[in-house]
């Protein structure tokens, strides 16, 4: 097998076999990424293709400072921002619906990793993006208002309100609150 730094010098010289190799590589990485800031799988596979367009387009760019896969993963998120923006998502908090509260479950309920990725993919589109960035990505408020071309107090309340919503839908799904990325406290 060839080292990743001939892979890059490949793919950067065009060669096919070296970008399928580069996409069958990184595809389940980068494609748990895309499904972090998408509606669905569908919504999800779009991003990553064409984040990966933009990797290609853009990989002799790539002079080996800091991991391909960091880069990559930075072109994926960038890729989902670009979307936001073209979708211009504007939900006024007070539009939103109200969750409905289904049967609890049992206190003691694991709450399991991918019910937590589905409570986040069904936050509001900019709730979901605040939050990923934030306790997923590790981006300040600062970082995400100059990304999302908000204020660093919109995107706290963003988060704010975000991290509301996931709560009362663990409380809802198990019947105690637990604790959610990003240090916050709960009951429980």
């Known amino acids: 097998m060839k080292a990743l730094e001939e892979i890059i010098r490949d793919c950067q010289e065009g060669r096919p076999s070296a970008?399928?190799?580069?996409?069958?590589?990184?595809?389940?990485?980068?494609?748990?990424?895309?499904?972090?800031?998408?509606?669905?799988?569908?919504?999800?596979?779009?991003?990553?293709?064409?984040?990966?367009?933009?990797?290609?387009?853009?990989?002799?760019?790539?002079?080996?400072?800091?991991?391909?896969e960091g880069w990559m993963r930075r072109i994926m998120v960038n890729t989902a921002l670009e979307q936001y923006r073209r979708k211009n998502y504007m939900y006024p908090v007070e539009n939103l619906p109200e969750e409905e509260a289904g049967e609890a479950e049992s206190p003691?309920?694991?709450?399991?990793?991918?019910?937590?990725?589905?409570?986040?993919?069904?936050?509001?589109?900019?709730?979901?993006?605040?939050?990923?960035l934030y306790a997923l990505e590790g981006y300040s408020h600062k970082e995400i208002a100059i990304m999302m071309g908000i204020t660093t107090g919109t995107s706290k309340s963003n988060l704010s309100r975000a991290r509301e919503i996931l709560q009362r839908k663990v409380e809802a799904q198990y019947g105690v609150l637990r604790k959610l990325p990003g240090n916050y406290e709960q009951r429980g």
């Open 19 to 68: 970008l399928q190799y580069l996409y069958e590589k990184f595809s389940p990485v980068m494609f748990a990424i895309c499904l972090r800031y998408s509606r669905d799988r569908t919504e999800a596979e779009d991003l990553l293709q064409e984040g990966f367009l933009k990797v290609f387009r853009s990989i002799g760019g790539f002079r080996g400072e800091g991991s391909l």
């Open 108 to 132: 003691d309920m694991q709450l399991r990793s991918e019910d937590l990725q589905q409570m986040i993919c069904d936050l509001p589109p900019r709730y979901r993006m605040v939050f990923n």
